[in-house]
């Protein structure tokens, strides 16, 4: 097979991966939101004399998968699992608990591009730019062996479900098979998503097919390469796809799920025929092999005429090296405990202050300040080993080429750093325990 694998790393560095600001923007997106959801349950509980309260919140799908991709019309959504204790919302059932939080909602969320709305599954919220943020309702209780059981408000009852099932089934086949899985679910998604007319699988049926059929190969273009074609044949043989979690469970719930499936086999199909000329050792040249990826992916990355170059290369910033390490790519999450950071500044002339207190008055932090981030507080082992990622996100960070963004092992609760350039950067610390995340916890630091 030609091979193009070093532009394939470059092509999946800088077109497929989510760069980590779209990253940060959806995280605060969450947040926001899910604090919004707080502050409408207070006001709703007061006007109906009740006292709903959010138990927990856990961070689902693509985003938690570490499987969400670029898009160009910024069609991005982060599922959010809001939970419930069960004695809390009692005889409250499936649609009324999520009119309730549409109701708390709308009372916080102004000049969206709709408002808030409950749907089969979820309650959705709709930016103008075209994130979205979907909230799947939960209910928890505790069973006679001490067991937690979750319930999911679905579309015509409370349905058993676990919100962290599916993130634990793909932490243990990417613990099992390495992060190349990843790579070849996100390349996949490129591929369904690459004409606004097809009508494909969704993220989840997708990782489900290619976790099934995942061929590990050393090069990042064979390995795909190799997969899709296990897939085709599979998918020729049956279009079926089942719950990773529940094989009892049909993925396919609707006829539209089950056209799409085939959409995904006839359209594969027809586009691994179109990279044969990539095995002709003696026709194909670079030019040929490029020009066959991008009729697979009809990406913009792949054109090989120099007027086509030169207008890409206007619209792009130049090629950086994507550094950042994913922890689930090195270890399953669990979350076990909790861990809390807490960040000094410290400069010349200066009394340290707490970043949380200067980021109430000041929006962004200055140049060349000393920040001490420390573990705070946590209920977690104390024998954990310690891992903390520091990343550089934005414009400067790729103009540098100093993403960083590596995960590395200090076993020390302090880690020191530099505000030096401009950024909406982040610092995460991660315990480990019988090669499990336990605990994990973020801070996000922006640097005027």
Not at 26 to 33: A, H, P, Q, S, T
Request: aromatic share 12%; with cysteine; glycine share 4%.
């Amino acid at each position: 097979m030609y091979d193009l694998s070093s532009e394939f790393k470059k092509f999946y560095d800088n077109e497929v991966v989510l760069p980590a600001a779209e990253k940060t923007k959806l995280r605060e997106k969450k947040k926001l939101n899910v604090d919004r959801l707080i502050a409408g349950l207070d006001e709703y509980n007061k006007e109906n004399n009740k006292s709903y309260e959010v138990l927990e919140t856990r961070e689902q799908g693509s985003v938690a998968m570490s499987t969400v991709t670029q898009n160009d019309s910024n069609d991005y959504d982060i599922d959010v699992a809001i939970i419930f204790d069960k004695d809390n919302i009692s005889g409250v059932g499936h649609r009324e608990i999520k009119n309730i939080i549409v109701d708390a909602l709308k009372r916080k969320c102004t000049n969206f591009k709709k408002d808030p709305e409950a749907l089969k599954n979820c309650v959705r919220i709709e930016y103008k730019d075209g994130y979205h943020v979907d909230f799947a309702i939960y209910r928890k209780s505790i069973d006679d062996d001490g067991i937690a059981l979750y319930e999911h408000a679905g579309s015509t009852q409370w349905q058993e479900r676990n919100p962290a099932a599916i993130n634990d089934w793909f932490s243990s086949e990417i613990s099992e098979k390495g992060s190349g899985l990843r790579e070849v679910i996100r390349l996949s998604k490129m591929f369904c998503k690459s004409r606004s007319s097809w009508q494909m699988p969704g993220g989840l049926i997708q990782s489900v097919v290619c976790d099934e059929k995942f061929q590990n190969y050393d090069r990042m273009d064979e390995m795909f390469y190799e997969t899709m074609c296990a897939v085709r044949d599979r998918l020729n043989s049956s279009i079926e796809v089942y719950n990773p979690t529940d094989t009892t469970k049909s993925l396919l719930l609707k006829q539209k799920d089950r056209d799409e499936m085939e959409n995904w086999k006839n359209r594969l199909t027809d586009k691994l025929s179109k990279l044969e000329i990539l095995f002709d050792e003696d026709n194909c040249s670079e030019k040929k092999a490029k020009d066959a990826w991008y009729d697979f992916f009809q990406h913009e990355f792949w054109k090989t005429s120099s007027e086509a170059k030169q207008c890409y290369s206007e619209v792009c910033c130049a090629y950086y090296n994507n550094t950042e390490q994913d922890i689930r790519d090195m270890f399953p999450v669990k979350r076990y405990y909790n861990l809390e950071l807490e960040c000094i500044i410290e400069a010349d002339g200066f009394r340290p202050t707490y970043l949380s207190s200067f980021l109430r008055i000041y929006k962004w932090l200055p140049h060349n300040k000393t920040l001490k981030f420390s573990i705070k507080s946590t209920n977690a082992p104390a024998d954990c080993d310690i891992y903390w990622k520091v990343c550089n996100v934005g414009d400067e960070a790729q103009r540098r080429n100093c993403i960083r963004g590596e995960i590395i092992k200090t076993n020390k609760r302090t880690q020191i750093e530099h505000t030096c350039f401009r950024g909406a950067h982040f610092v995460e610390c991660y315990l480990v325990k019988y090669g499990e995340v336990v605990a994990m916890s973020r801070i996000d630091v922006p640097i005027e």
